[in-house]
């Protein structure tokens, strides 16, 4: 390596370039070399000059480095730059026939960039630090049987002085895997992983193509799989998507850490299996925006079997956290899954799991499922003792979720509370994971109801909220109080809200001190079902016939407006005057 050295250290750029002949079938080895007497592995280094140089490694195979142990100690390969900046390509699989790159030795490039690629198999890298360097892994123009890219407890730092005040070079990790009944394993591979970027944008995709035999199945664990992994940025973006036909799109586990400071992170998943799982691992930002989306396909059948594949959207396991300050938090999932055999959850939440913002930023979860599943589940206390799943908001948590209609849209086992407002109302996700109002859907409240968009009076125990918003200026359906509702813990407030059409009746008593209906249509009751509040709103843009003798407006005030009859019957004395309440 010494004359490539000296190259370097002259300013020259390098390239070293293999063809198919010759033992090595065109690799490029890092082999050992006698070093002061001591055999060691082979080093480039380049030592001098302060002008950026090119270091290039165009294998018609593989690019191979090996830690060499001996009774004299352990030595690895390396490539460094103690000078000026080294960008380093490392080009294998030239030939279209085979060709990895593994490099089980640091690469230190001092602001070079590190761009490694290969269109026939896998890239394995130990340690890359850049000093504010870009780095690229492309293992995605043919699929691999195994893991394309195979981070295990591997490093990628590219901050200024390896610290998170530097400005960070972008990282862009691409892999594509093909179905095989061999060993499963991930496309990209992230085991005990860490990457840092500060400033740098972090790109991580992996991708399952599709079997063209059928008697093959998808046996890759995921798309993506990072377990004990740290993925951490300051104001760099941090976007990680994956797709698994049969199997997992995105799966974290291992207590797999991903880390913001003010960067928006994003996190999409398609996959029969799940399309994003995340458990017994941690997403957080202080004032980035998270966005976690999956898609649940449904998966084959294998061997004749008639157990339940569960195939959810979205799924949140035990001993999992999605944190953020002041950032919106925007979890969203689709269960896809039309067969008997494949039901899942649009978001499922199970016990342990927890959604928080901790500085006024909004928590909005949308749901839906093609089965007879629930569109957003939060699960209640586990058999093994994990506390329910909670949703804990410092300002507005919007929960939108769809389902079957013989089953219920929304199942809240867990706890949801919101620092100002928390607005239910239904929604769906579609088949890219992007969420939006179902305003055409009807809103039951109160009681036992359990069916299409339905809140029961149980579910309502488990919420806490000043103010609770049931529909929006939007929504264009009926809002019904098809049971008794009483709120308390906290709600002083409930605005029912179909602006956009639809009408809204009260078929069960009311209790809440702030009551305020909004509707396109008319605003009704039972004659049995009286309001007991302090202050009432009501508008309708038809008529408003609120004449329940045993309507209760304790403070006696009643506001409100219809383009036709206004009626208001109080059991006691009664004052009409301004009254305001939310809506979305």
């Not at 890219?149 to 998170?164: A, E, F, K, M, W």
């Not at 125990?461 to 098809?482: F, K, L, M, Q, Y």
Request: proline share 3%; net charge negative; glycine share 16%.
């Amino acid at each position: 390596t010494s004359s490539i050295n000296g190259a370097l250290d002259a300013g020259t750029n390098v390239t070293i370039r293999t063809q198919a002949d010759g033992s090595g079938a065109g690799d490029i080895e890092f082999a050992t070399e006698p070093v002061s007497g001591v055999w060691q592995s082979a080093v480039i280094k380049r030592d001098a000059g302060t002008e950026p140089v090119t270091l290039t490694l165009d294998a018609h195979g593989s690019i191979l480095g090996s830690t060499f142990t001996s009774d004299t100690g352990t030595s690895s390969p390396a490539i460094i730059s103690d000078a000026g900046a080294l960008h380093v390509n490392l080009h294998a699989g030239l030939g279209g026939s085979h060709g990895s790159i593994d490099f089980d030795g640091p690469i230190s490039t001092n602001g070079g960039a590190v761009n490694a690629t290969t269109p026939v198999g896998s890239i394995a890298l130990k340690s890359v630090v850049t000093d504010g360097g870009a780095v690229t892994l492309d293992a995605s123009a043919n699929p691999t049987a195994s893991c394309a890219i195979c981070l295990q407890g591997s490093s990628i730092d590219t901050r200024v002085g390896q610290d998170d005040g530097g400005a960070g070079g972008a990282v862009v990790i691409k892999g594509l895997g093909r179905q095989t009944d061999g060993s499963p394993t991930a496309v990209v591979e992230l085991g005990n992983a860490v990457i840092e970027t500060s400033t740098g944008s972090m790109t991580i995709e992996g991708h399952v193509a599709a079997s063209s035999d059928p008697a093959v199945p998808s046996l890759s664990s995921a798309g993506v799989h990072a377990s004990g992994a740290a993925l951490s940025a300051t104001s760099g973006a941090i976007t990680i998507r994956g797709s698994a036909p049969n199997t997992m799109g995105v799966n974290f586990d291992g207590g797999t850490r991903v880390a913001s400071s003010s960067g928006p992170v994003a996190i999409h998943g398609s996959g029969g299996l799940a399309g994003t799982s995340v458990e017994n691992s941690e997403i957080s930002s202080d004032s980035g925006a998270i966005r976690i989306t999956g898609v649940g396909e449904g998966y084959e059948l294998l061997y004749g079997s008639t157990a339940v594949n569960w195939s959810h959207g979205v799924l949140l396991g035990s001993q999992t956290s999605v944190r953020s300050g002041s950032g919106a938090i925007q979890v969203s999932g689709h269960a896809n899954t039309t067969t008997g055999m494949n039901q899942g959850a649009g978001v499922h939440m199970q016990a342990g799991s927890t959604l928080q913002t901790t500085d006024g930023g909004l928590i909005e979860v949308t749901g839906s499922a093609s089965s007879a599943l629930a569109g957003v589940l939060l699960a209640g206390v586990s058999d093994d003792g994990q506390a329910p799943a909670a949703i804990d908001g410092s300002g507005v948590v919007v929960l939108r979720a769809a389902s079957d209609a013989t089953t219920d849209a929304l199942q809240i086992d867990g706890q949801v509370s919101a620092g100002t407002v928390l607005n239910l109302r239904p929604g769906a996700v579609d088949s890219s994971g992007v969420a939006a109002d179902r305003v055409g859907d009807q809103i039951a409240l109160g009681g036992t109801a359990s069916t299409g968009f339905a809140v029961s009076l149980d579910e309502f125990d488990r919420i806490t909220a000043p103010t609770i918003v049931a529909g929006s200026d939007t929504h264009a359906a009926d809002i019904d109080v098809v049971g008794p509702l009483g709120l308390g813990s906290g709600t002083t407030a409930l605005t029912l809200q179909n602006d956009g059409g639809g009408r809204i009746h009260l078929g069960a008593p009311l209790s809440v001190a702030t009551v305020g209906p909004s509707s396109y249509g008319d605003v009704t009751q039972d004659t049995n079902a009286p309001i007991t509040a302090d202050t009432v709103l009501a508008r309708g843009g038809r008529t408003v016939w609120l004449g329940s003798p045993g309507n209760d407006a304790a403070a006696n005030t009643v506001g409100g407006s219809a383009l036709g009859s206004f009626t208001w019957v109080d059991a006691n004395a009664v004052r009409i005057g301004p009254v305001s309440v939310t809506g979305m």
